[in-house]
Protein backbone atom coordinates (compact mmCIF):
# COMPACT_ATOMS: atom_id res chain seq x y z
CA UNK A 1 0.00 0.00 0.00
CA UNK A 2 1.10 3.46 -1.26
CA UNK A 3 1.74 5.63 2.08
CA UNK A 4 0.73 9.27 1.55
CA UNK A 5 1.86 12.43 3.29
CA UNK A 6 -1.19 14.20 4.80
CA UNK A 7 -0.19 17.73 4.25
CA UNK A 8 -2.74 19.19 6.07
CA UNK A 9 -1.77 17.37 9.37
CA UNK A 10 2.10 18.63 8.93
CA UNK A 11 1.34 21.91 9.03
CA UNK A 12 -1.16 21.54 11.16
CA UNK A 13 1.64 19.99 13.24
CA UNK A 14 4.68 22.91 12.36
CA UNK A 15 1.68 25.45 13.57
CA UNK A 16 1.26 23.41 17.05
CA UNK A 17 4.68 23.09 17.46
CA UNK A 18 5.58 26.74 16.75
CA UNK A 19 2.97 28.01 18.64
CA UNK A 20 4.03 25.84 21.57
CA UNK A 21 7.79 25.62 22.14
CA UNK A 22 8.73 29.02 20.12
CA UNK A 23 6.38 31.26 21.48
CA UNK A 24 6.66 32.83 25.10
CA UNK A 25 5.16 36.23 26.73
CA UNK A 26 6.42 36.30 30.14
CA UNK A 27 3.20 38.97 31.25
CA UNK A 28 0.61 36.20 30.40
CA UNK A 29 2.15 32.57 31.35
CA UNK A 30 1.54 30.87 28.13
CA UNK A 31 4.07 28.38 28.74
CA UNK A 32 2.61 24.48 27.47
CA UNK A 33 4.23 21.30 26.43
CA UNK A 34 3.60 20.10 22.93
CA UNK A 35 1.67 17.37 22.90
CA UNK A 36 3.33 16.61 19.50
CA UNK A 37 6.50 15.43 21.05
CA UNK A 38 7.57 11.93 21.22
CA UNK A 39 7.06 10.98 25.13
CA UNK A 40 10.59 11.32 26.17
CA UNK A 41 10.59 14.83 25.04
CA UNK A 42 7.83 15.83 26.88
CA UNK A 43 9.06 14.24 29.92
CA UNK A 44 12.69 16.09 29.69
CA UNK A 45 10.46 19.43 28.92
CA UNK A 46 7.91 18.54 32.19
CA UNK A 47 11.11 17.98 34.54
CA UNK A 48 12.81 21.94 33.69
CA UNK A 49 10.10 23.51 33.14
CA UNK A 50 10.50 25.88 36.47
CA UNK A 51 13.83 26.25 34.98
CA UNK A 52 12.53 27.44 32.16
CA UNK A 53 9.73 29.40 33.36
CA UNK A 54 12.03 31.41 36.13
CA UNK A 55 15.24 31.79 33.32
CA UNK A 56 12.21 33.45 30.84
CA UNK A 57 10.30 35.52 33.73
CA UNK A 58 14.16 37.02 35.34
CA UNK A 59 15.08 37.75 31.74
CA UNK A 60 11.16 39.28 30.39
CA UNK A 61 11.53 37.64 27.95
CA UNK A 62 8.44 38.06 25.22
CA UNK A 63 9.08 35.81 21.68
CA UNK A 64 7.29 35.24 18.73
CA UNK A 65 8.10 32.98 15.43
CA UNK A 66 7.72 34.77 11.99
CA UNK A 67 8.35 33.79 8.34
CA UNK A 68 7.89 30.18 8.75
CA UNK A 69 8.98 28.18 5.40
CA UNK A 70 9.23 24.96 4.52
CA UNK A 71 12.92 23.83 2.69
CA UNK A 72 12.46 20.33 2.42
CA UNK A 73 10.75 17.55 2.69
CA UNK A 74 11.59 13.71 2.03
CA UNK A 75 9.68 10.42 3.18
CA UNK A 76 11.68 7.09 4.29
CA UNK A 77 9.99 4.14 5.21
CA UNK A 78 6.90 5.92 6.73
CA UNK A 79 9.10 8.37 8.34
CA UNK A 80 8.66 12.42 7.40
CA UNK A 81 12.24 14.24 7.13
CA UNK A 82 11.82 17.84 6.62
CA UNK A 83 13.72 20.72 7.28
CA UNK A 84 11.83 24.60 7.45
CA UNK A 85 13.08 27.69 8.40
CA UNK A 86 12.15 30.85 10.88
CA UNK A 87 12.96 33.82 12.66
CA UNK A 88 12.76 34.17 16.19
CA UNK A 89 11.89 37.36 17.38
CA UNK A 90 12.21 38.97 20.68
CA UNK A 91 11.97 42.35 22.65
CA UNK A 92 14.76 41.46 25.26
CA UNK A 93 17.66 43.94 24.22
CA UNK A 94 20.90 40.99 24.95
CA UNK A 95 19.22 38.57 21.76
CA UNK A 96 18.65 39.95 18.16
CA UNK A 97 16.10 38.74 15.88
CA UNK A 98 18.02 35.15 14.23
CA UNK A 99 17.24 32.56 11.52
CA UNK A 100 17.28 29.12 12.29
CA UNK A 101 16.67 26.05 10.60
CA UNK A 102 14.94 22.89 12.14
CA UNK A 103 14.65 19.44 10.68
CA UNK A 104 12.21 17.06 12.11
CA UNK A 105 11.57 13.77 11.66
CA UNK A 106 8.11 12.80 11.90
CA UNK A 107 5.86 9.14 12.59
CA UNK A 108 2.75 8.49 11.57
CA UNK A 109 0.42 7.73 14.58
CA UNK A 110 -3.58 7.68 14.63
CA UNK A 111 -4.68 10.78 11.87
CA UNK A 112 -1.82 12.76 12.42
CA UNK A 113 2.09 12.70 12.96
CA UNK A 114 4.31 12.56 16.44
CA UNK A 115 7.51 14.67 16.36
CA UNK A 116 10.31 11.59 17.31
CA UNK A 117 13.54 14.16 16.31
CA UNK A 118 14.75 17.65 16.66
CA UNK A 119 17.60 19.04 15.28
CA UNK A 120 18.14 23.10 15.55
CA UNK A 121 20.55 24.58 13.20
CA UNK A 122 21.29 28.22 13.52
CA UNK A 123 22.36 30.81 10.49
CA UNK A 124 25.80 30.35 11.28
CA UNK A 125 25.29 26.23 11.06
CA UNK A 126 25.71 26.00 14.80
CA UNK A 127 24.44 22.71 15.72
CA UNK A 128 21.38 22.69 18.55
CA UNK A 129 19.84 20.23 19.96
CA UNK A 130 17.03 20.96 21.71
CA UNK A 131 13.60 21.50 21.09
CA UNK A 132 12.58 24.50 23.34
CA UNK A 133 13.36 28.27 23.28
CA UNK A 134 15.42 29.06 25.79
CA UNK A 135 17.99 26.27 23.84
CA UNK A 136 17.89 29.25 21.64
CA UNK A 137 18.66 31.68 24.14
CA UNK A 138 21.16 30.50 26.39
CA UNK A 139 23.69 29.52 23.19
CA UNK A 140 22.51 33.20 21.31
CA UNK A 141 23.64 34.96 24.49
CA UNK A 142 27.58 34.52 23.41
CA UNK A 143 30.47 36.58 24.53
CA UNK A 144 32.80 37.07 21.41
CA UNK A 145 35.50 40.00 21.95
CA UNK A 146 36.96 40.88 18.72
CA UNK A 147 39.78 42.33 20.86
CA UNK A 148 41.16 42.21 24.32
CA UNK A 149 41.10 39.33 25.30
CA UNK A 150 43.37 36.86 27.57
CA UNK A 151 44.03 33.66 28.72
CA UNK A 152 43.78 31.82 32.08
CA UNK A 153 46.03 28.92 32.85
CA UNK A 154 44.32 26.13 34.86
CA UNK A 155 46.37 23.15 36.01
CA UNK A 156 46.47 20.39 39.11
CA UNK A 157 49.61 19.76 40.54
CA UNK A 158 50.79 16.87 42.69
CA UNK A 159 54.18 15.85 43.95
CA UNK A 160 55.73 18.38 40.49
CA UNK A 161 58.23 19.88 42.66
CA UNK A 162 61.50 18.34 41.40
CA UNK A 163 60.22 17.36 37.95
CA UNK A 164 58.64 19.79 34.45
CA UNK A 165 56.27 21.91 36.78
CA UNK A 166 59.16 25.39 36.93
CA UNK A 167 60.35 25.06 33.17
CA UNK A 168 56.00 24.64 32.13
CA UNK A 169 54.88 27.96 34.44
CA UNK A 170 58.05 30.37 33.27
CA UNK A 171 57.00 29.24 29.66
CA UNK A 172 53.18 29.93 30.07
CA UNK A 173 53.80 33.34 31.53
CA UNK A 174 54.91 34.33 28.37
CA UNK A 175 51.67 34.32 26.85
CA UNK A 176 48.93 33.88 29.76
CA UNK A 177 47.65 37.00 31.98
CA UNK A 178 46.97 34.83 35.06
CA UNK A 179 47.00 31.53 36.60
CA UNK A 180 44.81 29.44 38.70
CA UNK A 181 46.59 26.16 40.48
CA UNK A 182 45.13 23.54 42.51
CA UNK A 183 47.37 21.54 44.61
CA UNK A 184 46.20 17.42 44.96
CA UNK A 185 47.70 17.32 48.66
CA UNK A 186 51.48 17.08 47.54
CA UNK A 187 53.56 15.74 50.06
CA UNK A 188 56.69 17.73 48.61
CA UNK A 189 57.39 21.32 48.40
CA UNK A 190 55.19 21.90 45.01
CA UNK A 191 53.02 24.50 46.69
CA UNK A 192 56.18 26.72 47.79
CA UNK A 193 57.98 26.30 44.00
CA UNK A 194 54.69 27.57 42.53
CA UNK A 195 54.95 30.74 45.07
CA UNK A 196 58.42 31.22 44.35
CA UNK A 197 58.14 31.31 40.56
CA UNK A 198 54.77 33.61 40.67
CA UNK A 199 55.39 36.26 43.57
CA UNK A 200 55.24 38.44 40.76
CA UNK A 201 52.81 37.63 38.56
CA UNK A 202 48.85 37.01 39.07
CA UNK A 203 47.78 33.68 40.06
CA UNK A 204 45.30 31.53 42.67
CA UNK A 205 46.55 28.32 44.37
CA UNK A 206 43.80 25.97 46.12
CA UNK A 207 44.84 23.14 47.98
CA UNK A 208 42.78 19.50 48.66
CA UNK A 209 42.59 18.78 51.82
CA UNK A 210 42.83 14.94 50.03
CA UNK A 211 44.78 13.76 47.32
CA UNK A 212 41.65 13.60 44.43
CA UNK A 213 43.36 11.60 41.67
CA UNK A 214 44.78 8.86 43.83
CA UNK A 215 41.36 8.26 45.40
CA UNK A 216 40.16 7.90 41.59
CA UNK A 217 37.92 11.09 41.61
CA UNK A 218 39.76 12.73 38.49
CA UNK A 219 36.61 13.96 37.42
CA UNK A 220 36.13 15.65 40.16
CA UNK A 221 39.41 17.23 40.75
CA UNK A 222 39.30 18.44 37.55
CA UNK A 223 35.53 19.71 38.05
CA UNK A 224 36.88 21.70 40.94
CA UNK A 225 40.06 23.10 38.96
CA UNK A 226 37.57 24.55 36.22
CA UNK A 227 35.09 25.58 39.02
CA UNK A 228 37.81 27.96 41.29
CA UNK A 229 38.98 28.87 37.30
CA UNK A 230 35.52 30.26 36.08
CA UNK A 231 35.64 32.88 39.69
CA UNK A 232 38.35 34.60 37.90
CA UNK A 233 35.44 35.58 35.34
CA UNK A 234 38.10 34.28 32.75
CA UNK A 235 38.29 35.31 28.65
CA UNK A 236 39.85 31.74 27.42
CA UNK A 237 40.98 28.90 29.83
CA UNK A 238 44.19 26.99 28.91
CA UNK A 239 44.00 23.38 30.30
CA UNK A 240 47.54 22.02 30.97
CA UNK A 241 49.02 19.76 33.14
CA UNK A 242 52.20 20.46 35.25
CA UNK A 243 54.18 18.02 32.42
CA UNK A 244 53.17 19.78 29.37
CA UNK A 245 54.31 22.86 27.40
CA UNK A 246 53.59 24.62 23.63
CA UNK A 247 56.69 24.70 21.48
CA UNK A 248 57.97 28.47 21.44
CA UNK A 249 55.81 29.00 18.49
CA UNK A 250 52.78 29.00 20.69
CA UNK A 251 53.91 32.21 22.81
CA UNK A 252 53.71 34.02 19.70
CA UNK A 253 50.42 32.83 18.57
CA UNK A 254 47.96 32.11 21.37
CA UNK A 255 47.60 35.33 21.59
CA UNK A 256 46.25 36.01 18.46
CA UNK A 257 44.10 32.99 18.00
CA UNK A 258 42.03 34.42 20.70
CA UNK A 259 40.54 37.08 19.62
CA UNK A 260 38.87 35.45 16.42
CA UNK A 261 34.91 36.24 17.38
CA UNK A 262 34.75 32.43 15.27
CA UNK A 263 35.95 30.06 17.38
CA UNK A 264 35.00 29.39 20.93
CA UNK A 265 37.34 26.16 21.50
CA UNK A 266 41.02 25.33 20.07
CA UNK A 267 42.52 21.85 19.32
CA UNK A 268 45.97 21.07 19.72
CA UNK A 269 48.34 17.85 19.19
CA UNK A 270 49.82 16.23 21.48
CA UNK A 271 53.81 14.93 20.91
CA UNK A 272 54.93 12.58 23.87
CA UNK A 273 58.56 13.32 24.46
CA UNK A 274 61.29 10.42 25.13
CA UNK A 275 64.22 10.71 26.42
CA UNK A 276 65.39 14.59 24.60
CA UNK A 277 63.85 17.37 23.67
CA UNK A 278 64.20 16.18 20.07
CA UNK A 279 62.21 13.30 19.56
CA UNK A 280 59.07 11.88 20.57
CA UNK A 281 56.96 8.39 20.52
CA UNK A 282 54.66 7.24 17.23
CA UNK A 283 54.04 3.68 17.60
CA UNK A 284 51.11 2.38 19.65
CA UNK A 285 48.85 5.12 20.90
CA UNK A 286 51.59 7.26 21.35
CA UNK A 287 51.15 8.61 17.83
CA UNK A 288 49.85 12.16 18.09
CA UNK A 289 46.86 11.49 15.54
CA UNK A 290 44.38 13.33 17.48
CA UNK A 291 43.74 17.25 17.91
CA UNK A 292 42.26 17.48 21.28
CA UNK A 293 41.05 20.37 23.15
CA UNK A 294 43.16 21.98 25.33
CA UNK A 295 41.92 26.43 25.08
CA UNK A 296 38.00 27.46 25.33
CA UNK A 297 36.44 30.78 25.05
CA UNK A 298 34.62 30.91 28.28
CA UNK A 299 30.76 31.24 27.88
CA UNK A 300 29.03 32.16 31.03
CA UNK A 301 25.67 31.25 30.07
CA UNK A 302 26.49 27.90 28.16
CA UNK A 303 25.49 24.87 30.27
CA UNK A 304 28.67 22.88 30.62
CA UNK A 305 28.32 18.99 31.37
CA UNK A 306 30.75 16.65 32.62
CA UNK A 307 31.18 12.81 32.87
CA UNK A 308 32.08 11.29 35.88
CA UNK A 309 35.11 9.44 35.33
CA UNK A 310 37.71 7.78 38.33
CA UNK A 311 40.75 7.82 35.78
CA UNK A 312 42.01 9.39 32.69
CA UNK A 313 39.03 11.87 32.88
CA UNK A 314 38.36 14.69 30.38
CA UNK A 315 40.29 18.16 31.13
CA UNK A 316 37.34 19.93 30.46
CA UNK A 317 33.53 19.47 30.13
CA UNK A 318 32.46 16.84 27.56
CA UNK A 319 30.18 19.01 25.28
CA UNK A 320 32.54 22.09 24.52
CA UNK A 321 32.83 19.68 21.15
CA UNK A 322 29.71 21.41 20.97
CA UNK A 323 30.85 24.28 20.34
CA UNK A 324 32.73 26.03 17.30
CA UNK A 325 35.83 25.00 17.22
CA UNK A 326 38.79 25.01 14.99
CA UNK A 327 42.83 23.18 14.80
CA UNK A 328 46.03 25.05 15.63
CA UNK A 329 49.21 22.94 14.74
CA UNK A 330 51.30 24.66 17.22
CA UNK A 331 52.24 21.80 18.95
CA UNK A 332 51.99 20.82 22.57
CA UNK A 333 54.86 18.42 24.29
CA UNK A 334 54.30 15.99 27.27
CA UNK A 335 57.15 15.17 29.16
CA UNK A 336 55.09 12.71 31.00
CA UNK A 337 56.91 9.75 30.44
CA UNK A 338 60.54 11.45 29.43
CA UNK A 339 62.71 9.86 31.26
CA UNK A 340 63.10 5.83 32.41
CA UNK A 341 62.60 6.85 36.14
CA UNK A 342 59.21 9.14 35.07
CA UNK A 343 58.02 6.22 33.69
CA UNK A 344 59.32 3.25 35.59
CA UNK A 345 56.74 5.51 38.50
CA UNK A 346 54.60 6.09 36.04
CA UNK A 347 53.31 2.00 35.51
CA UNK A 348 53.58 1.12 39.09
CA UNK A 349 51.10 4.35 40.12
CA UNK A 350 48.62 2.89 36.97
CA UNK A 351 49.22 -0.91 38.20
CA UNK A 352 48.02 0.33 41.98
CA UNK A 353 45.10 3.03 40.29
CA UNK A 354 43.95 0.35 37.56
CA UNK A 355 45.33 -3.07 38.23
CA UNK A 356 42.48 -4.93 36.01
CA UNK A 357 43.09 -1.75 33.14
CA UNK A 358 39.23 -1.11 33.32
CA UNK A 359 40.15 2.63 31.81
CA UNK A 360 43.17 1.75 29.59
CA UNK A 361 43.65 -1.43 27.37
CA UNK A 362 47.06 -3.66 29.48
CA UNK A 363 49.05 -3.50 26.57
CA UNK A 364 48.86 0.18 26.70
CA UNK A 365 50.54 0.33 30.36
CA UNK A 366 52.66 -2.56 29.55
CA UNK A 367 54.30 -0.47 26.46
CA UNK A 368 55.28 2.26 29.28
CA UNK A 369 58.16 0.03 29.49
CA UNK A 370 59.13 -0.81 26.18
CA UNK A 371 62.86 -1.06 25.77
CA UNK A 372 62.65 0.21 22.26
CA UNK A 373 59.80 1.73 21.16
CA UNK A 374 59.66 4.17 17.61
CA UNK A 375 61.03 7.83 17.89
CA UNK A 376 60.70 10.23 15.55
CA UNK A 377 62.54 13.90 15.41
CA UNK A 378 60.20 16.62 16.78
Not at 53 to 75: A, G, P, W
Not at 291 to 310: A, C
Request: aromatic share 14%.
Amino acid sequence: MEFKINMSSVYKLLNSFMTDNFSYDYRINNFKINENLKNDYKEALKNKEDEYLSYLKENLIICSVKDVSINFLTLRDEIIELEYSFMLDTQNEKTDSQKYNCRLKLNPVNDGYEINNILLLNDEGVIFYGFHLIDLLKNRIRIAKPAGNTITLAVSVRNEADRFLKGMLTHAMQYVSNIVILDDDSTDNTVEVCEEILKNFPHKIYKNDEPMIMNLKESENKKKLWDLTIKENPDWILLLDADELFEDWGISVLPQIINDVNFDAYYFKIYHMWEDDEHYRVDGLWKPVDFRIYLLRYQPNYEYEWYNMELHSYRHPYNVYNMPGCYCYARLRHYGHFTKEIRNAKYEKYKLLDPNAIYVPKSHYDSILEENPILEKF
